[in-house]
């Protein structure tokens, strides 16, 4: 299984600065007949569903701020959030999709300092 | 809008069978892929399988010889049988839809707390 890691476990970040969370796939996840990165990432607030916010690594689904951004290729992969405000607190994953079975990070968690 | 409901038992003994549904509202079966991720207190998430809604399966080798996943169309449901439970098998499941196919979930559960201990 293509095992996915994720960098920092945990970041103090403060309001209206940046996030930097990074994920790394112990393999390619690039296709080469697309020229697609299959990596998703996630929001997961306590108490509620996780969320989609980034497919193909850098495709934002519907209704997701643009504050968040996806970028990377291959193996290494980074979401990006600007501006950061009290309502991103969660824990943040990974996913590659590349291959069966679909593996996550072991998350990061984002709190305000 | 879609939303999805897990519903089951909370507590069970090893070597039981873990039994959960899924109720789809404001949505339809077709053409999706349904899926169950499971994630263990303090562990990363763990994608079990899918069923479609046809019927079809799909389940992660590691638990494959254990799992049973089906679909009821008819009351908007689909389902999870985990056999013969240990502690491992404590976890948070979730139910989630993949639209695509291609194995990444764009609504999932709100999630249930299953926790297995004699």
């Known amino acids: 299984d293509i095992v996915m890691t994720q960098s920092p476990d945990s970041l103090p970040v403060s309001l209206g600065e940046r996030a930097t969370l990074q994920c790394r796939s112990s393999?390619?996840?690039?296709?080469?007949?697309?020229?697609?990165?299959?990596l998703a990432w996630y929001q997961h607030k306590s108490g509620q569903p996780p969320k989609l916010l980034i497919y193909?690594?850098?495709t934002r689904e519907s209704g997701v701020p643009d504050r968040f951004t996806g970028s990377g290729s291959g193996t290494d992969f980074t979401l990006t959030i600007n501006n950061l405000q009290a309502e991103d607190v969660a824990a943040y994953y990974c996913q590659q999709f590349y291959t069966s079975p679909s593996t996550f990070g072991q998350g990061t968690k984002l709190e305000i300092k | 809008q879609v939303h999805l409901q897990e519903s089951g038992p909370a507590v069970l003994k090893p070597s039981e069978t873990l039994s959960l549904t899924c109720s789809l509202s404001g949505g339809y079966f077709g053409s999706f892929y349904w899926n169950w991720i499971r994630q263990a207190p303090g562990k990363r998430p763990e994608w079990i399988g899918f069923?479609?809604?046809?019927?079809?399966?799909n389940y992660s080798p590691s638990l494959q010889s254990r799992v049973t996943m089906s679909v009821d169309t008819s009351n908007n449901q689909f389902s999870l049988r985990l056999a013969s439970v240990t502690a491992a098998d404590t976890a948070v499941y979730y139910c989630?839809?993949?639209?695509?196919?291609?194995?990444?979930?764009?609504?999932w559960g709100q999630g249930v707390l299953v926790t297995v201990s004699s």
């Open positions: 989630a839809r993949d639209a695509s196919g291609l194995r990444f979930f764009d609504y």
């Open positions: 069923v479609t809604y046809i019927g079809t399966t």
């Open positions: 393999q390619t996840i690039l296709h080469d007949f697309n020229n697609k990165s299959y």
């Open positions: 193909w690594a850098s």
